[in-house]
């Protein structure tokens, strides 16, 4: 029980390690080959797992060789086009010009239906909005919508916006980051200065932010009870 159990937890470890390796793709996004990697390093991992009397290296082997394959297919997808195509394909336009592309639903084994909870996914609640629907090599629908239907942006009302920037956090749970002090030029000093003008001090803060117009967030942390 003990031997299965430090089993599954190691098998664990070097399984995130590859995942981890593999980069950072929510699963909705996964290109087809690296789903098919994913799928098999799990029924790789889960074999050992659960039989004591497999060597762990009839997993782990294994699960390298699949990384090593998934890093040799990544870069043939990055260098060619052509290799690209062959292992991800092609996006397909499902609606053109405002158009439902019955031959290409029929090709990507597409209903109408779907395609509707596709739209709907993107909050276009009328097929008659899109201008282009393009089905993506990941699976995902991307949708334009017609000029008229869009959403009113400050550039069209030719307004003049201010960059707002990134909103940077320098203290979380009470500790100090001191590497996007860092990135900000800042230090200890001017951040006590800031968080001080709340009443605290950055220790007692849950959360201090900066954001890109110079505006700074301050929340205190909860207080036990008994302590002032």
């Not at 070097?14 to 909705?28: A, D, F, S």
């Not at 394959?69 to 499902?94: A, F, Y």
């Not at 932010?209 to 002032?228: P, S, V």
């Amino acid at each position: 029980m003990l031997i299965t159990f430090i089993r599954s937890i190691f098998l664990y470890i070097i399984v995130l390690i590859v995942m981890r390796l593999m980069g950072k793709r929510e699963i909705g996004q996964l290109q087809p080959f690296e789903l098919a990697i994913s799928i098999m390093i799990a029924d790789l991992a889960s074999t050992p797992m659960a039989d004591a009397g497999i060597p762990l290296t009839n997993g782990i082997i294994p699960i390298l060789a699949l990384l090593v394959m998934h890093l040799v297919i990544s870069m043939i997808n990055i260098k060619s086009i052509k290799g690209r195509e062959i292992l991800c394909g092609k996006p397909s336009i499902l609606i053109y010009r405002g158009r439902i592309d019955e031959k290409m639903l029929r090709k990507e084994r597409f209903t109408v239906n779907e395609l509707e909870e596709r739209l709907r996914g993107s909050n276009v609640v009328n097929i008659g909005d899109v201008e282009y629907a393009i089905l993506e090599t990941s699976g995902q629908v991307t949708v334009i919508q017609k000029p008229e239907k869009k959403n009113v942006t400050v550039e069209d009302l030719e307004l003049k916006s201010e960059y707002e920037g990134l909103a940077y956090d320098l203290v979380l749970d009470g500790k100090v980051m001191y590497e996007n002090l860092k990135i900000l030029k800042k230090d200890y000093q001017w951040l006590e200065k800031q968080v001080t003008k709340f009443g605290i001090k950055p220790e007692q803060a849950l959360i201090v932010t900066l954001d890109g117009k110079g505006q700074i967030f301050c929340q205190e942390k909860m207080r036990k009870e008994g302590k002032k």
